[in-house]
């Protein structure tokens, strides 16, 4: 674009302004004498250089080609030119005492037709305009193409001009010079620098700014330097480390010069995010009532952008969650969160990143943004470059609801401080106007308590005048407390989300003495205030509303009656109590027998005479007919009350429904009997297998008269008497002259098991006298326990001594075996094979045979003795072994000893028959 103060013989120019260019040496950029003008390459089908491609990747404004020329040259304008490179800065106009130097600027651009073929704009085109083009439609895409760099050129050209204007108005500033001179010293300095304008301009702004952005270009530069070479050798001003500043402030001068928040996405995404790897951009404002809508998108298609242009209230998204974490949301795959969000299905294993767009305390929305891969951690200074973005976003996202409300939305008047003030006056609740207090870096520290209304009273006693102004974590400390207040008021003032509590605990400190209180608390946010409404809890109301609670909890109903005036005065459970509606008429005292139960007229009599004639408290209770048929237990209880001369006028009392206690006692009484039926009907049952097992099994037994062999048995009934137990013992002399000794347990317990003891041992004594031996004694007894007691299983020793032989042959029938005391020595017998009594009809129990010597004593004795239920049979039966080796002077002595120090902790029957050869 010509300058109008261009000399004449630069005023010709290309199409579009577009001006031809000398052909330049590669390394120093200076014009090659003798040669003819070449065409400049323009965005388009030719492909760049390498050089070119990595500048255009990291900068987006190429070096100066005549970057040599500004030593002595002295710009007074800018102009910006797309080339290969990006947008280029060049002097527009100069001061020169010579001829005219060309611009080093492009002077052609070659775009891509219909047919594949190039088709040339500037020069070049009116060097081929003699060529007719192959098509109409080739013609007309060339010229869309070429019209398309042209726009894309001029953007470029606005926000790398903003740019340098902005560093040359801040050496207007800091050098006290005019703008010409700031032109040249800003040329001098970028020809020192070996920079470009562009780039050199973003540097002087962020060493002038100092503020976001800057900070982090400076923790780019910082971790570029201590990353590339060993010892420090980076450069810090290398070019790919200037175009980080260059892609920031770039991306903010099109958020600020943007009039919609669809070109500032658009900007963020070209410029900052697209960079980094992202593929798109989504900026969501947020509602008063917590929506969001889509503001402005780059990267997701049209219909995709339309599809999420507004979400309600409550919805759970990737952008929602980052508006509730003040560090936002970094999702490393949107797919295993599980939440949705805008362009969800063309990357649902890619990255985002949802990051609250707020300044100054208050959040005005979300900045989403899409990876096409997996997201890893980023490092430090990547996310403070897009947390930067994020308050770009902010920014446009408050001026651009300060400037252009919503067109559809309805129209309403905000109210500022002074009009909340008003509106706080009229509350009959106290209420406090509180407003932002921002510190130097424009942080939300505080908020200031700009009123308080009529209704407030501090709790320390303080004046209103005292606390308005005041801050409120200074005047009420304890608001950052356990409650956590003040992070209610903080965040309803940044999401405008009004936040409402039931019976919240307030606290303040009182002469350094916590005070609480219970109230109900209101925040919520107008315009740049935030309204603070609380309610005290009435302690009167209180308690009526729980006495009302326990009225209705205990079905218990309230009555008043004047004697003198006949005014009746019933609450509203009475009437539900009488199945009456509330309109009709309440039912006096002395009609209360005509809704009670005929049987109950004689009970309301004395209940009335003595509250009426005596004159004293009384209750009573009755059956309550009500009007929908239902009978109801009810309880009155009534006092009189006197005035000052002794005369009853008043008489206040109380119903209450006692159905369902009166049941439970109908229920209770009925249980009680009962169950003292069935424990008289088990003492019964135990006393009598008591007695018969006391009849059978005595505890001793009179001495056996028997040739050189003492026997001795001893019978130990169970502690609890509910365990009348199945133990039995026999010891008599057969008509052989040999003696039967038996021990069994049938299983079981109570007058069952006692019978079944009866029939086995009175079999096997009656088996006994048939001679046979103790193998075949257990094999009939096995039949009868089968076949003829219901099945009964049960355990047994049987055995055959030979007083002549002194020869013991046994028997056993799943029951421990005999142990044999021989001097100081106590051992089991040998384990013959024998199975449990009752199991099968048939079986075969093995015999053994023992001869015995004088002064041995054999024990038979049942699992009483020695089971216990936390150690093993055997560990049991070691215990009884080493008891046994104590023989004591006689045998009695033996099997009491035994019995004393038994072990046993089952509370089961014990039965011990012991014999000694003499």
């Known amino acids: 674009m010509s300058n109008p103060q261009q000399p004449p013989e630069r005023a010709s120019t290309g199409p579009a302004g577009i001006e031809p260019r000398e052909p330049v040496e590669p390394t120093t950029g200076t014009p090659v004498a003798g040669q003819p003008t070449a065409p400049h390459p323009a965005p388009g089908p030719a492909a760049p250089g390498p050089a070119a491609k990595d500048r255009a990747a990291t900068d987006p404004a190429a070096t100066n080609p005549t970057a040599s020329e500004t030593a002595t040259d002295t710009p007074t304008a800018t102009d910006t030119r797309l080339t290969a490179a990006g947008p280029r800065l060049l002097p527009a106009t100069r001061e020169h005492s010579g001829p005219a130097a060309p611009h080093a600027a492009g002077s052609e651009s070659a775009v891509v037709g219909p047919d594949g073929g190039t088709a040339q704009t500037g020069a070049g085109a009116r060097a081929d305009a003699a060529q007719p083009s192959a098509s109409p439609v080739g013609r007309l895409a060339a010229t869309v193409e070429r019209l398309r760099h042209e726009v894309l050129a001029a953007h470029a050209e606005a926000d790398g001009r903003a740019l340098i204007e902005l560093a040359k108005g801040i050496l207007v500033e800091r050098l006290r010079c005019g703008p010409a001179q700031a032109a040249r010293q800003l040329a001098e300095l970028t020809e020192q620098a070996g920079a470009t304008p562009l780039e050199f301009a973003v540097e002087v702004i962020n060493q002038a700014s100092r503020d976001r952005l800057s900070e982090v270009t400076s923790a780019f530069l910082a971790v570029a330097a201590a990353q590339d070479g060993p010892e420090g050798t980076a450069d810090p001003g290398s070019r790919e480390d200037r175009s980080s500043a260059v892609r920031l402030r770039a991306a903010e001068s099109g958020a600020l010069a943007a009039d919609d928040t669809q070109a500032v996405a658009d900007s963020l995404l070209e410029h900052a995010l697209a960079p980094l790897g992202a593929e798109a951009v989504a900026i969501w404002a947020v509602g008063s009532d917590g929506s969001l809508t889509l503001a402005g998108s780059a990267g997701f298609s049209a219909a995709e952008a339309d599809r999420w242009r507004y979400v309600p209230p409550g919805v759970a998204t990737v952008a929602r969650h980052g508006l509730a974490e003040r560090a936002g949301q970094w999702i490393a795959s949107l797919s295993e969160t599980g939440l949705p969000s805008i362009g969800q299905h063309h990357h649902p294993d890619g990255g985002r990143v949802a990051l609250p767009a707020g300044t100054g305390g208050r959040i005005h929305g979300v900045l989403e943004i899409a990876w096409p891969a997996p997201l890893d951690p980023q490092p430090p200074q990547i996310v403070r470059q897009i947390e930067?973005?994020?308050?770009?976003?902010?920014?446009?996202?408050?001026?651009?609801?300060?400037?252009?409300?919503?067109?559809?939305?309805?129209?309403r008047v905000v109210p500022d401080a002074a009009e909340l003030m008003d509106l706080a006056d009229g509350l009959h609740d106290p209420a406090l106007v509180l407003v932002p207090h921002l510190d130097?870096?424009?942080?939300?520290?505080?908020?200031?308590?700009?009123?308080?209304?009529?209704?407030?009273l501090d709790p320390a006693g303080r004046p209103r005048g005292v606390i308005n102004g005041a801050l409120l974590l200074e005047a009420y400390p304890m608001a950052a407390g356990p409650t956590e207040l003040f992070d209610r008021i903080e965040r309803v003032y940044a999401t405008g989300e009004p936040f409402r509590a039931h019976r919240m605990r307030l606290t303040a400190l009182v002469g350094d003495v916590?005070?609480?209180?219970?109230?109900?608390?209101?925040?919520?946010?107008h315009a740049n205030s935030v309204l603070l409404i609380w309610r005290i809890e009435d302690e009167a109301a209180r308690l009526a509303s729980l006495l009302q609670h326990a009225q209705r909890l205990g079905r218990i109903g309230g009555f008043e009656e004047n004697l003198l005036t006949g005014e009746i005065t019933w609450n509203g459970q009475l009437f539900a109590l009488y199945g009456r509606s509330p309109s009709s008429l309440p039912v006096p005292l002395e009609e209360l027998s005509a809704h009670a139960h005929?049987?109950?007229?004689?009970?309301?009599?004395?209940f009335l005479r003595t509250l009426l004639h005596h004159r004293r408290s009384a209750s009573t209770a009755f059956r309550l007919q009500r009007p929908d048929g239902v009978t109801r237990h009810i309880r009155v209880v009534a006092e009189p009350v006197l005035d000052s001369d002794g005369r009853l006028f008043v008489v206040r009392g109380a119903y209450q429904d006692i159905s369902a206690q009166h049941w439970t006692e109908v229920a209770l009484a009925a249980t009680r009997d009962q169950l003292a039926h069935t424990e008289q009907q088990a003492s019964e049952r135990n006393r009598l297998a008591?007695?018969?097992?006391h009849a059978i099994m005595p505890p001793t037994q009179a001495p056996l008269e028997a040739d050189g062999l003492q026997v001795a048995v001893r019978y130990r009934p169970a502690e609890t008497e509910q365990l009348v137990g199945g133990d039995w013992y026999d010891a008599v002399v057969l008509p052989s002259r040999l003696v039967l000794l038996c021990v069994g347990d049938v299983a079981g317990h109570g007058i069952e098991a006692a019978t079944s003891m009866v029939v086995l041992r009175n079999a096997?004594?009656?088996?006994?006298?048939?001679?046979?031996?103790?193998?075949?004694?257990l094999s009939w007894l096995n039949m009868v326990a089968h076949h003829l007691t219901g099945a009964v299983t049960a355990t047994a020793v049987c055995a055959l001594y030979d007083p002549h032989r002194h020869t013991?042959?046994?028997?056993?029938a799943g029951h421990l075996p005999p142990v044999l005391v021989r001097g100081t020595d106590a051992a089991p017998l040998p384990l013959v094979r024998g199975m449990l009594l009752g199991v099968v009809s048939d079986t075969v129990y093995e015999e053994h045979e023992v001869q015995l010597a004088v002064d041995d004593t054999l024990l038979m004795y049942t699992d009483g003795l020695i089971e216990r239920r936390d150690r093993s049979v055997e560990e049991s039966l070691a215990q009884l072994l080493t008891a046994a080796r104590m023989v004591p002077p006689t045998l009695d002595q033996q099997l009491d000893r035994l019995l004393t120090y038994s072990k046993s902790d089952t509370d089961d029957d014990t039965c011990i028959v012991g014999i000694r050869v003499g």
Do not use: Y
Not at 516 to 525: M, T, W
Not at 690 to 693: D, K, T, V
């Open 808 to 812: 013991l042959r046994w028997a056993r």
């Open 764 to 777: 096997l004594r009656g088996l006994a006298v048939t001679g046979a031996g103790p193998g075949q004694l």
């Open 598 to 606: 005929p049987d109950d007229a004689v009970a309301i009599g004395r």
């Open 690 to 693: 008591l007695q018969l097992q």
């Open 440 to 456: 130097a870096d424009g942080d939300l520290v505080d908020f200031r308590i700009q009123h308080a209304n009529s209704r407030f």
């Open 514 to 525: 916590p005070l609480s209180a219970v109230a109900d608390i209101s925040i919520s946010r």
């Open 388 to 411: 930067a973005l994020a308050e770009l976003c902010a920014h446009t996202l408050e001026t651009g609801a300060r400037l252009r409300p919503d067109e559809n939305a309805k129209p």
